[in-house]
């Protein structure tokens, strides 16, 4: 695992704790889906 992907987990994690802290963790999940969602549609039309 490179140095930048570990970051990138890190911080990932970091926020979901922070959304947990502010009450906002349905919002932060519902967006992450989304944007899994419109990623994978982008890359079927695209292929």
């Known amino acids: 695992m490179s140095l930048k992907s570990k970051i990138y987990k890190f911080l990932r994690i970091w926020n979901d704790v922070d959304a947990v802290r ?26």
Do not use: E, H, I, Y
């Open 22 to 47: 502010k009450g906002r963790v349905g919002r932060r999940v519902g967006r992450r889906v989304a944007g899994k969602g419109s990623g994978k549609l982008l890359r079927k039309l695209f292929k």
